[in-house]
């Protein structure tokens, strides 16, 4: 009686143990009847089956990623260009991932790295290589992001995000776009120098003119207080000689003396008797 029970009780609690499993937060399950799905989409935590008819099976439901193998693609001048990328993507909808690639993650990444290429291939043929130089990734990011999200919903997937790695040229295509950047660069360079040169021209020119005018007002201005100095002294030498002109012929002639005879080397012929010299005669 203690052996039925025991086995009994044992039978009870492995017909539990197979009519229970359980779903972790990083996992996704589907329950299958018969082969058919009866359920999908089940939050985290324990959920019944019946045994040996219901089976589940798991998915990954964390975030992958698809690495891209690099692909050359063609811009809009015809000029080839070779883009790495990677996609991070999670799955959304697991029946559907489950229906379209039969829940195989590897199938998933060969699917999804089509719809990339196939997406790239557009968006990469609208833009020239100075464009795809110069515009912001994620700008592309957003378009890839958008073309590829509806395709890979179809497979059950979410794409988290998408990022472009590298942009490279490949070595026939290099030298030639380098050499275009060069001329292009060397003419920008060309125009700046050209417009640096006459803006220099004229402000050189508008220089010289304020210096001819500075000058011709400072000369003006000069021979203005020059004449009325020349004036003002003229008048203090006519009041002076016109007060004691006995005084003013021999103050003149003390000047005289002075600029001639007080400086070594300089020679004068002169009569003993001349005007030069009368007030070395004529003494009181």
Known sequence: MGNKIIVGVGALFIGLVMSVFTVSETERA??????????????????????????????????????????????????????????????????????????????????????????????????????LVSTDR???????????????????????????????LPNEVSASVYQRMEAERARVAREFRSQGSEAAERIRADADKQREIILANAYRDSEVLRGEGDAKAAEIFANTYSEDSDFYAFYRSMIAYKQSLGKSGNIMVLEPDSDFFKFFKHQK
Not at 139 to 168: M, W, Y
């Open 30 to 131: 589907i329950k299958f009847q018969l082969g058919e799905i009866v359920g999908a989409d089940f939050k985290p935590g324990i959920h019944f089956k019946i045994p040996f008819i219901n089976n589940v099976k798991k998915f990954d439901a964390r975030i992958l990623t698809m690495d891209a193998t690099p692909e050359r693609f063609l811009t809009a001048e015809k000029k080839n260009v070779i883009v790495d990328s990677f996609v991070k993507w999670r799955i959304g909808d697991v029946k559907a991932f489950y229906t379209s690639v039969g829940g195989d993650i590897n199938q998933a990444n060969i699917r999804l790295d089509q719809i990339m290429k196939d997406a790239a291939r557009s968006e990469f043929s609208k833009r020239e290589i100075k464009q």
């Open 138 to 168: 994620s700008v592309i990011r957003e378009a890839l992001k958008t073309n590829v999200s509806p395709h890979a919903q179809k497979l059950g997937i979410n794409i988290v995000d998408i990022q472009v790695k590298r942009i490279d």
